[in-house]
């Protein structure tokens, strides 16, 4: 039996994932464009910090893009009302109120779209839930920056409308509403505050992390839609992990790690991708699937254990955490190709 390995919901999501980094990259030139235009210190401070926040965000907002697996285009409506906003917001017809107001009404759709690949990612499995985690904070900071920028249409709207300055209380209420919400979910920010810089080790852990809850999910369900599903996933995920890890992991570590270390990684890596093979070509239903399965489980547990224990000392005693970073990036980088390449054929 041929079987494709796509799912719906998980294209689906995907577009959304991309449709909230279109968003966000025009959060970004928003703000940099009205920071620009404004002359108000107070207004252009708190703008500014919105402003980093939205570029360290857009930093997680693609790791959470490669750790979720399925890349995709925008939408074209969305595509489409990006265009007219950025419009609107590099043209001399609207006044600052009412760019901000734009602003303001833009951060609402990425903080409703962040809710709702949330949530749909609870309906959709584990695997989902753990790639796209990193996502709470950037919601989160989002859900702070559109009280911020209520703050900021208060101040605009009154000195547009009356040429006098707005209510003296009005940053104190503001700060209020953020602290209030932080309290809710000040657990989720310190948890993963920053996620832009992390080295070679925590990036591959993740993808091994991931790894093994697919594994489980194929384990824990007797539905063979939904086996499908979780394999279609597990084969695209360890075939970019192992092809990324072959560009730009190996042939790092070769020199240090040792050349039959490092070849007995490519041999058992080569094992992973016929079982891959095998099992992507028999039916999900039957006992051998299961039981391929578990073969294949053995041999890429026994790998990850060789990684994340002596791979990993390894780089650590060699590398510089510069040079771990650096790796970091490059395969992020090699896995977002990969993706594509994969998505397009
Ligand atoms: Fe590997
Ligand atoms: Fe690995």
Redesign the pocket.
């Known amino acids: 039996m041929v079987t494709t390995l796509d799912d719906a919901k998980r294209t689906a999501i995907a577009t959304k994932l991309a449709d909230m980094k279109a968003i966000q990259n025009l959060i970004i030139s928003n703000e940099q464009r009205l920071i620009s235009a404004c002359d108000d210190s107070e207004i252009s401070g708190r703008l500014q910090e919105m402003l980093n926040d939205d570029q360290k965000n857009l930093g997680i907002l693609e790791t959470a893009i490669v750790q979720y697996g399925v890349q995709s285009e925008p939408s074209d409506i969305v595509s489409r009302m990006l265009d007219k906003i950025e419009e609107m917001m590099s043209g001399s017809e609207l006044s600052m109120y009412e760019k901000v107001f734009q602003h303001e009404l833009l951060k609402h759709q990425q903080v409703m779209t962040g809710l709702l690949i949330h949530k749909a990612a609870q309906q959709v499995g584990a695997d989902v839930e753990a790639a796209i985690g990193p996502l709470n904070t950037v919601n989160f900071e989002n859900r702070a920056h559109q009280e911020q920028l209520k703050g900021v249409l208060e101040s605009l709207g009154v000195r547009e409308l009356t040429g006098q300055e707005a209510d003296q209380g009005l940053w104190a209420r503001v700060q209020d509403a953020v602290a209030a919400m932080s309290g809710v979910a000040g657990s989720v920010l310190t948890q993963s505050s920053d996620k832009s810089d992390m080295n070679i080790q925590d990036i591959i852990r993740m993808d091994h992390q991931k790894v093994r809850t697919l594994f489980m999910q194929i384990e824990q369900s007797n539905d063979p839609q939904k086996i499908q599903e979780y394999f279609g996933q597990l084969y695209k995920d360890l075939s970019v992990?192992?092809e990324a890890?072959e560009q730009v992991v190996y042939p790092a570590v070769r020199p240090f790690y040792g050349e039959e270390d490092t070849q007995e990684?490519y041999d058992?890596?080569a094992q992973m991708k016929t079982l891959l093979e095998q099992i992507k070509s028999s039916d999900p239903s039957s006992s051998q699937f299961k039981d391929t399965v578990q073969q294949l489980k053995d041999i890429v547990l026994d790998?990850?254990r060789q990684?994340e224990n002596t791979m990993f000392a390894a780089i650590r005693n060699n590398c510089s955490s510069e040079q771990s970073e650096k790796m970091a990036t490059d395969f992020k980088a090699a896995k977002d190709r990969l993706q594509k390449e994969m998505a397009a054929s």
């Open positions: 992990h192992a890890e990684l058992e890596q790998h990850v990684e």
